[in-house]
């Protein structure tokens, strides 16, 4: 395995019932890249993304990050690992603010002994400064102390993504960040996404916006029924012919 | 169902960043007018009344620790009552066979209940809503009927003749207004550390089970922790309030750990205030004074209590203080911005 590789998965899998969800997969996501997992409705992404983020444990193969096996740990031990993910369906604390949200999940940025959690949050300096940063750089300054509940559907978004970075992961597992999205919004979140890159940050991505993929990516991983059909340069994938006929042609057709 | 009826009495101070200062300023007015009546009691020369409102600070430390659990972390605890039963137990036979001492039968009390809610928090936590509710139920009942079948310890009858605790400087529970301003004090400060609690990051952390448990695991919390924590704490505070009621009365009862007890702390934690801390204290004292006063004319007295209670969740379903909260700080703010200006 060569040293720019941070997540692996080799022969991972899972079944619910007769139901093979996940199907014997194995890729790889590389440091300071984008990856993409995409594929037809009910292809498996959000499983093997549960598999790899600690939602759901895999009955077969590993999950690999930075050479270290995590299979089967539970999210707030894969945090910890630099691991964090965002949620599809928004995940947030709606009655709480904006702020606190943030604060919630900036508190992991600060270790400490256990009395640390029983002196005043204000004490918690770096938490803090990571809320005020987050705040910034997410625009939801005008918002912060409005409870997330009553956020639009594009800055409730935007929170879910911050609050996975809240705790300044190596590895941020994105499960369709643009989902509802208008398309503004959508153009906005690929420039966040970028400079996110930029910053050093390796992201993983499943997303049902292929044109959204097929411009952000520099790998692609194309899930059918399970398993993994195909995978490479989003131009490579493109050019596939099995994934022409299971995905991009189903595509043309209902377009 | 059970849900619906929870969203319905969601507490009214959840935000938890906000500076609550209408809760503050209900708080002061409840422990002065707390204050001032013990020593009014006290100059008339009355000692019945000084008795029961000692008393119903000792419930209103159970209800304040099913607030801990109910309003802040979402959890309803049905058999909080074990917990209140058992340091009752354990302060009484302290006090009877061991020593008389206050300040030992309290610190057993509470390390006794602190065990007891580590076992019972293993098994309830594990699971939630409704079934977390009647495990919590299941555990009280079975611990009740086990001391009600016990003869070393009373069994239906309980343990009597519990000598008056020693607490030091002359005082002793039987001194009607020592000892409610002794419970008093001790009250005040567990409501105070409790406050104190909401504003750190552990505090924050019930307020986020409350919200969204299975997301706190993704900012790197695990909730079981949080969950058995808070469990063990508010059995110590259930525990310890438990342990003050022998001191008062005399005497323990399996009765103390019946679904009577428990069912009547979730009542004054929602006729007061879910969520508020105070609001419990005031549900507590004004329920357990009704339940005396209407008992005293009737033996139907559940009767009034019940319709109160439907009555408070209709017209004010996040409860006394929980209604009245909001209307204070909105006073209270215009009030601050006009001296500013």
């Known amino acids: 395995m060569s040293t720019d590789v941070l997540l692996q998965t080799r022969n991972l899998g899972v079944r619910f019932g007769a139901l093979q969800a996940v199907d014997d997969v194995s890729f790889e996501a590389r440091r300071g890249a984008i990856t993409a997992v995409i594929g037809p409705n009910g292809a498996g992404k959000s499983t093997l993304f549960n598999l790899i983020s600690g939602s759901l444990r895999p009955l077969t193969g590993q999950v690999m990050l930075d050479g270290q096996d995590i299979t089967g740990q539970p999210p707030q031990r894969l945090l910890a690992a630099g691991l964090a993910r965002s949620f599809q369906i928004t995940n947030l604390f709606f009655e709480l603010p904006v702020r606190e949200n943030l604060r919630l999940a900036a508190q992991f940025v600060e270790p400490g002994p256990w009395w640390r959690g029983l002196r005043h949050v204000r004490t918690s300096r770096s938490a803090m400064q990571r809320v005020d940063e987050l705040i910034a750089q997410f625009e939801l300054a005008a918002d912060a102390d409005e409870l997330a509940g009553f956020l639009s559907h594009g800055q409730q978004r935007r929170l879910e993504i911050a609050m996975a970075l809240a705790s300044r992961p190596r590895l941020l597992l994105l499960d369709e960040p643009t989902q509802g999205m208008s398309h503004a919004d959508t153009e906005d979140t690929a420039q966040l996404i970028r400079s996110l890159v930029q910053d050093g940050l390796s992201i993983l991505i499943v997303e049902h916006d292929v044109d959204l993929v097929m411009k952000l990516s520099d790998h692609v991983v194309v899930m059918h029924q399970g398993a993994k059909l195909s995978q490479g340069h989003p131009d490579v994938v493109r050019a596939d012919p099995a994934v022409q006929a299971a995905y991009f042609g189903q595509e043309v057709q209902h377009a | ?341």
Not at chain 2, 217 to 228: H, M, T
Not at chain 2, 245 to 256: D, I, K, N, Q, T
Not at chain 2, 258 to 277: E, H, K, P, R, W
């Open chain 2, 1 to 341: 169902m059970l849900e619906s009826a929870l969203a319905r009495v969601a507490p009214a101070s959840a935000t938890g960043s906000r500076p609550n200062d209408a809760l503050r300023w209900i708080a002061a007015v409840f422990f002065v007018s707390a204050l001032a009546f013990g020593l009014i009691a006290w100059a008339v020369g009355d000692v019945f009344f000084l008795r029961l409102a000692t008393e119903a600070l000792i419930y209103g430390g159970l209800a304040l620790s099913v607030d801990l659990l109910l309003g802040r972390t979402g959890l309803l605890p049905l058999g909080q009552a074990l917990f209140f039963g058992l340091g009752a137990y354990v302060s009484a036979l302290v006090l009877k066979h061991w020593d008389a001492s206050f300040w030992l039968a309290l610190g057993v009390a509470i390390g006794a209940s602190a065990l007891a809610g580590l076992l019972g928090g293993l098994i309830a936590i594990r699971s939630k809503g409704v079934y977390f509710a009647l495990i919590s139920f299941g555990l009280a009942q079975v611990v009740s009927k086990v001391i009600y079948n016990t003869r070393e310890l009373g069994a239906s009858d309980g343990l009597i003749g519990v000598p008056a605790a020693q607490v030091g400087g002359g005082l002793t529970s039987a001194v009607p207004l020592g000892f409610f301003l002794l419970v008093l004090t001790l009250i005040f400060i567990v409501w105070a550390l409790l406050s104190l609690l909401m504003d750190t990051p552990f505090g924050r952390q019930l307020a986020a089970v409350r919200g969204n448990e299975q997301r706190l695991a993704f900012i790197g919390v695990d909730p079981w922790r949080v969950k058995l924590a808070v469990f063990v704490l508010a059995a110590m505070i259930a525990g310890a309030s438990g342990a003050l009621y022998p001191m008062l009365r005399g005497f323990v009862s399996p009765e103390l750990m019946f679904f009577q007890v428990s069912g009547n702390a979730v009542i004054n934690v929602i006729v007061g205030g879910t969520g508020t801390l105070i609001g419990p204290l005031l549900g507590s004292s004004l329920l357990t004074g009704l339940r005396s006063v209407v008992g005293s004319w009737t033996e139907h007295h559940h009767i009034a209590i019940g319709l109160l209670f439907v009555a408070v969740v209709i017209m004010a379903p996040r409860g006394l203080v929980g209604g009245l909260a909001p209307w204070l700080q909105a006073r209270l703010d215009r009030r601050g911005a006009k001296d500013r200006i």
